[in-house]
DNA sequence: TTCGGGTCAGAGAGCGCTCTCTGGGGAGTG
DNA sequence: CACTCCCCAGAGAGCGCTCTCTGACCCGAA
């Protein structure tokens, strides 16, 4: 060893912020023998176990404290096999990760787990595929998933379930299977909608669905014609959208072509997502129809274009927060007890009345 | 031991899927023994260490797709010293969240770290302040933070830096400190709106500021009397607002108060957000004066919001995504080499003209 | 043949924690 | 007073991986 200048510390380290920088983290082992106990007796003060003398948790709690220990999470979970950690898993075709509603799941979520210590780690099925997703769980990196908006073809939610891994899934499985999912009621919210519009005085009604491909699109088509029926209204005009801007804005243009014009065709319009909804309010307007005197509208989700569009929209609200809280309890007490039968939870979505209809 | 009745297995297990499921994981260990080798020569091929030789590399190769092995990543987090995951903080001052913006961010990062096996995990400086996530980062479940939106009061850049954690803010820091930051060049992007409101024709120009004590609101201010001095146009009228919908809207308000009857006043207005302008267009609509006939605008942000009003607005576009990739990479590289100098990114802003202006 | 040098696989020591098991000591009982 | 029982702290064995160090083996040069 040649002996050389020591720019910083070399001799007794000045006290103070500066030390603690660069410092090797504290270990459970430091704070035991600062403490003047075993390290089991430290991890026992750590996790709250109760047989621990009062005095002796007392001095181990200084020890901690002035040592400034933190536990390496690491080294828990690679004991106790587990990641602390659970994944909110979105399709990434770009729509989701922009549309509000993933920040409503987000903020229904996070105050779940955070008391619980457990993560909330982001992830997309794009580039990959899905097998990433997978890989994470195996590794276990993550303890389990929540799926968002899995569509028709999506393997993922049979892949995971088949290696047993803890899923929950937000909405209905397109093909009935074994899985826990949390949805609203989708046919009760359009009853909701078409309820509202009778009783505003319409009487032929239209309804823009969804892709019909999609659960929440023949759900609410399915809620629509039922409670169409149920008020004795006659044939309602039905014509398919896909949840876009510009998939609301071609309905309704198809739905105004068939318009007569002393107002045959209709005077309640049913528009099963809100986006669909404010491409739909311009086509209205231009086509001479004002909303709501000619035509009232009620849309469906509650989402931030109902507010921000021209009127604002009457809508269907399905508690997005609630329902994210509730897929997060679901998930974390799979974790906790995998051999619990699963079960699902659908809740009820109420009517947010704007000036729209 | 008793002897018992065994239900699951006891024999030799029947091959296929059934097996996987509550199988304790495949290991290192496993994966040697299968392919013959030490632990230590599967851990190479694993990490993909060169000095493997071809014909043994193919053997484990092999014998970890047969065993389907994947690797514990506690296990290798104890040993690396690193979580392999990165932290995305926002304050939850319920705005953010709901805010389009976050699903940019997200969207702009993660193609930059999934490639690298790095998480993005999510968290709110809601509930317990700020100790989580400083806990979080020393306990090493986080290897670092994207700071999102922090204001004035908010300690954490300050506790992180200090606790020398990397760290990336999105946007330069309210007070001057040695920290990584990435932002859009605001004084520009104000600068750009009124080269536009002078080239469609405007003399007397306007602004709806955002909140001044908010580096933001101060940088596009400042831009924006740079670029009036600059076309050598008449003393503008400023109103300060707060970001939000209803701060623009009351504005708006006192903006039109102050004008007279026959349009002296203003006929260009700049909003320095887009939420705020859609609070703005309706009042001056109810005002009667017509944009952008009357008075064209102009906002900030390129946000989904700027799409949906009416008419769609004419804004100046951050490159949000482009903004997040890049503190994706400032903040991977600087948890790879702490000791490099930090370095920060001012991004140029664009215009994106529509209806309004 | 001997020897130096280079290549590459194996051995083994941790990383920091949890948790079971052991055992000391005090209280209660016969 | 001896014995049992219970309470609670310590000892120590891993969890599954990485990474350094050791050493076997082969090749070419002396």
Redesign the interface.
Known sequence: MTPGVRFHGGGAAPPG?KA???RR?VTLEEVARVAGVSRATVSRVVNGVATVDRELRQVVEKAISTTGY??????R??VTRR???IG?VLP?E?RT????Y???V??GV??VI??LGV??????T???GHQ?VV??V????LDGVILIHTHDADPLPRLLT???LPVVLAARPVRPMSITYVDVDQAAGAGLAVDHLVARGCRRVATVTGPLEAPAGQDRLRGFREAVARHGLPEPLVVEGDFSREGGAAAARRLVAGRGPLGEGFDGLFVASDLMA?GAL?VLRHRGLRVPEDVKVVGFDDS??AV???PPLTTVRQPVEDMAAEMARLLVERVERPDRPISSVVFAPTLVVRQSG
Chains 1, 2 share one sequence.
Do not use: Y
Request: hydrophobic share 30%; aromatic share 2%.
């Open positions: 912020i603690d920088v660069d983290p933190a536990p390496n999470r690491a080294a979970s690679l990641a602390g950690a909110l990434d770009g990760l922009h549309d509000p993933f920040g409503r987000v903020s996070l105050p955070r008391p993560q909330l780690v982001l992830t997309t794009d580039p990959g990433e890989d994470d195996r590794q276990r990196r088949e290696s047993n404010t311009p931030s274009p921000e569009c021209d």
